[in-house]
């Protein structure tokens, strides 16, 4: 990742005053739907994109060591080496931007990738992950054990709570303490904006998490009800702008949750690209958080370089 976010004072004058007009976005993001549109051999170049900027993720309650490896050696291989050949992009070293696991499965996959000979970072959920409603101690504690395990990202989540409340300055606090926690690890702060009740909140949260230290601000857990959707994407890039503007310091951007299809990539590819510019699209400051997402990537690369759907047998590692 790029250097990290050193954050700034806690300035509740940057949010005071903050108004978002839903109607105003959702008409944006639909303006770039229909004029932001890609075809054939630039589809596939974006694909391919959508692919580094991954991190490949499994949270389930059943994880075991086996599955862990075997999306470690995924994350190295994330397209059949035959595909990538076709298209002449077989020495180019994509790989996915990173994997995401629980903390109880770190080890596992820190192994697996040194065994793979790679250096895929190992990202892990932790403080509180998914509802943030543990006592603050336990989730510092939790973040410490996952960077202790080998974790080199971690992806915390907020009291949605404080957000809902307006208790602004405690929520700096809490998001500064778990920052300190992490150490030398990138933290990427998870906002659940689904709960978060309104846009106007979006928008603070996001300002509030980037001046405590957050070196990327991620929609959701992929546990809401309500995960990613575009135009949550636009406010939260609409600040990570603002705050780039008044600070000069770059935060990262990450969607996740429901992200399952190949359209669904290039959406975000191009709203990032419209919101925040080239600069943004690449991993150290965009990522797509999925655990189906790969698996419809290699299905539309199938398609392109062959000119056939693939079935099962095509993609046994899909």
């Known amino acids: 990742m790029a250097a ?3 954050g700034t004072a806690l300035d509740l004058g940057w949010i005071s005053k903050v108004y978002v007009n839903r109607a105003a976005v959702e008409r944006h993001v639909e303006r770039i739907q229909e004029q932001r549109t890609v075809k054939s051999n630039w589809r596939a170049a974006w694909l391919l994109k959508a692919v580094t900027c991954m991190d490949l993720t499994t949270l389930s309650g059943d994880d075991t060591p086996s599955n862990v490896h075997r999306m470690c050696y995924k994350a190295k291989h994330p397209i059949r ?11 180019k070293g994509i790989t996915v931007a990173a994997v995401c696991v629980y903390p109880t499965r770190v080890t596992d996959a820190v192994n697996a990738l040194k065994a793979a000979g790679c250096n895929i970072p190992v990202a892990s959920v932790a403080g509180g992950f998914p509802s943030g409603q543990m006592p603050l101690q336990t989730r510092v504690a939790e973040i410490k054990l996952a960077v202790e395990y080998g974790a080199r990202e971690i992806d915390i989540v907020i009291n949605r709570a404080l957000v809902l409340t307006g208790q602004w300055e405690e929520l700096y606090e809490e998001i500064r303490q ?22 106007g909140n979006v928008y603070k949260a996001s300002m509030i998490a980037m001046m405590a230290g957050s070196d990327f601000i991620k929609t959701s857990t992929g546990k809401e009800v309500v995960n990613a959707t575009l135009p949550v994407g636009v406010v939260m890039m609409r600040a990570i702008r603002d705050f780039y503007w008044k600070t000069g310091n770059k935060v990262g951007f990450k969607p996740a949750g429901g992200i399952r299809t190949a359209k669904d990539a290039i959406s975000w590819l191009m709203l990032v690209h419209e919101e925040l510019g080239v600069e943004w699209l690449k991993p150290e400051l965009f990522r797509l958080g999925a655990s189906s997402l790969l698996e419809d990537i290699e299905k539309q690369i199938f398609l392109h370089v062959t000119g056939n759907y693939a079935v099962c047998h095509d993609l046994p590692m899909a």
């Open 178 to 199: 778990c920052r300190e926690a992490c150490g030398d690890a990138h933290m990427k702060t998870i906002l659940s904006t689904g709960e978060l009740g309104s846009l």
């Open 4 to 6: 990290g976010n050193p």
């Open 81 to 91: 080496e035959d595909l990538l050949k076709a298209m002449d992009m077989h020495d």
